[in-house]
């Protein structure tokens, strides 16, 4: 038979006290059941807990073994308990969250910082596994919000507008396709594309340029990294398409170039998406906010500076 969490408070308190009456007015037991339960502890493990040298129980060695054991599952259930009790007195705002591209990523903890002067209870955990197609997710409670550039008509979710963004052609300064104002889908069949580790399809220089256009790289090479990426255009060994702001202080510092993708350039339209129905106040209210700084960290040198103002003043 197995042991049970009353057993190991009751060795706990025994070797503490040194005898059951005081262990019993410790436990709130009268001696007679605390008596009953050693017995019954004893008996499961059949080995004697303690040896009784007079009046005084004193731990056997394999009481001391067990007494090690109780006092560490005792102190993590304590601190489980403490934990719960805390979480229905005040539950954790959690906001379990996914964008359409890892870059947004970087844009998010800043609005958190600003989100918690608020909400201090606040917490966003990131869901970068379902980044590719997030709305299953997001329908089924996986997930509670979705950053999307994609566009999405379903009467179950929500949508709120939140920023537009350009994808550019970056390049190192000196580049031969820096010579011209923009980069045709035609220009890729010289270069080494580097690119993030996602499908071709979800890609949108592959789906909406290159395929289209019968356009096949002379290389491609997929990367995880953002920081990646950049250091590997910045050394000549590539070019890469990437939101401008994500490059904004490595553009103005000259390190890198940028070029309209296509004539008319390559936009995103992002909305934040997430049910429509039972959604908690705070989820509503980070979104609000997610609307109200809206413009990801980095566009400009003036943006970076109204959001840092943006956090003093909260704070």
Not at 98 to 124: G, I, M
Not at 151 to 177: A, I, K, Q
Not at 248 to 259: C, I, M
């Amino acid at each position: 038979m197995e042991i049970e969490v009353r057993h190991l408070r009751l060795v706990q308190a025994v070797a503490a006290e040194g005898n059951l009456t005081r262990a019993g007015a410790a436990l709130h037991l009268t001696q007679s059941a605390l008596s009953h339960q050693l017995r019954d502890a004893e008996q499961r493990l059949e080995i004697a807990l303690f040896d009784r040298v007079g009046r005084r129980l004193r731990l056997s060695a394999a009481g001391e073994r067990l007494l090690v054991s109780a006092r560490s599952v005792l102190d993590e259930l304590d601190r489980a308990y403490e934990e719960l009790r805390r979480e229905a007195v005040a539950p954790r705002q959690l906001i379990r969250l996914t964008t359409q591209c890892n870059t947004v990523y970087h844009w998010l903890p800043s609005r958190l910082r600003l989100f918690q002067k608020t909400h201090p209870d606040a917490e966003l955990e990131l869901a970068p596994g379902v980044t590719s197609d997030p709305i299953p997710a997001l329908r089924s409670g996986e997930i509670d919000l979705a950053i999307l550039y994609r566009p999405v008509r379903d009467t179950r979710l929500r949508l709120r507008p939140l920023f537009r963004d350009e994808l550019v052609v970056v390049m190192p300064p000196g580049h031969r396709l820096s010579r011209s104002s923009f980069v045709s889908a035609e220009d890729f069949a010289r270069e080494r594309l580097i690119v993030w580790s996602t499908p071709r399809e979800a890609n949108l220089v592959f789906r909406e340029v290159l395929i289209p256009a019968g356009v096949v790289p002379a290389r491609v090479t997929h990367i995880q990294l953002t920081e990646a990426i950049v250091e590997l255009v910045k050394g000549g060994l590539g070019v890469s398409v990437l939101p401008r702001w994500t490059v904004a202080p490595q553009l103005e510092r000259g390190e890198l170039v940028a070029r309209r993708l296509t004539r008319e350039g390559k936009y995103r339209s992002w909305s934040a998406a997430w049910r429509a129905r039972g959604a908690p106040d705070y989820l509503v209210a980070f979104v609000d906010l997610l609307a109200r700084h809206p413009l990801p960290v980095g566009v400009t040198k003036k943006e970076r500076r109204l959001l840092a103002a943006a956090l003093t003043r909260a704070s």
